[in-house]
């Protein structure tokens, strides 16, 4: 259905006036320009530039959280009921992700009404790596264990939409294709990964280990995206081109 109902470019979306659509081809055009002199433009590049598994490996890190948790989710929450899992611990389940569409919406607009995408998403990720840890600390009060989660949860949510504001930003043309494709790719090993690395950690520092253990991966991908600043920076990128 998408090719054929999601429009090309922005003179072919019927939703736009001719005036809107001749703004955002601008702007568009404005940012390709931007990318060709500042970022990587060529296919291959987008592949095997060292910046684009830099960002591959945070997202790695983000996933690792993400599956980390969501695997164990119910019989996490089924444990800080007293029940087995089943249509009550289900119910409850659903709340941290009720809070990650709530977070998903605000977070994102604060980052662009800021203008801090990268202190916003740093923020996040420590957030989410407070609420995993805690939902460990905290599992003898159920309710203040669950409303970590709630935090963990939606940190990790809410975090994915500004990450990928910095590979969008540094890649265009056929390097977008092949380097987003490359850091997607990067984040699905977690999902092999993070439920054994868990595990591991419970098994060797005893149980609850395994949220530390997230927690601190989560840590480690907030620095990274703080590190952004320096490893994106223009003038550190051997692929620059005239303006």
């Not at 259905?1 to 601008?26: G, I, N, Q, Y």
């Not at 992700?97 to 977070?107: D, E, L, R, S």
Request: aromatic letters at 8%; charged letters at 10%; a positive charge.
């Amino acid at each position: 259905m998408v090719l054929f109902t999601l429009a090309d470019s922005p003179a072919k979306a019927k939703w736009l006036t001719a005036e809107e659509s001749t703004a955002l081809s601008a702007v568009i055009a404005a940012e390709e320009r931007h990318k060709a002199a500042h970022g990587v433009h060529d296919l291959l590049a987008g592949l095997l530039n060292w910046r684009v598994l830099y960002l591959g490996l945070i997202y790695f890190l983000i996933q690792i959280c993400v599956s980390g948790v969501v695997y164990y989710l119910p019989a996490q929450v089924g444990r800080l009921l007293g029940r087995n899992v089943g249509f009550v611990v289900g119910v409850v389940t659903a709340i941290p992700w009720a809070c990650a569409i709530v977070a998903c919406i605000v977070v994102p607009r604060i980052a662009e009404m800021t203008g801090q995408r990268r202190i916003v998403a740093c923020a996040t990720m420590l957030a989410c790596a407070t609420g995993v840890s805690l939902s460990s600390a905290l599992a003898p009060v159920p309710v203040a264990a669950l409303a970590a989660l709630c935090v963990a949860v939606a940190g990790f949510i809410a975090v994915q939409p500004l990450f990928w504001t910095f590979p969008a930003a540094y890649l265009g043309g056929g390097a977008a294709a092949a380097g987003l494709a490359l850091v997607n790719t990067i984040g699905a090993l977690a999902g092999f990964v993070a439920p054994n690395y868990r595990l591991w950690a419970d098994v060797t520092f005893g149980a609850g280990a395994g949220l530390y253990a997230l927690g601190l991966t989560t840590v480690l991908g907030a620095i990274m995206i703080a590190l952004t600043a320096i490893v994106l920076r223009p003038n550190t990128n051997p692929n620059i081109r005239p303006g």
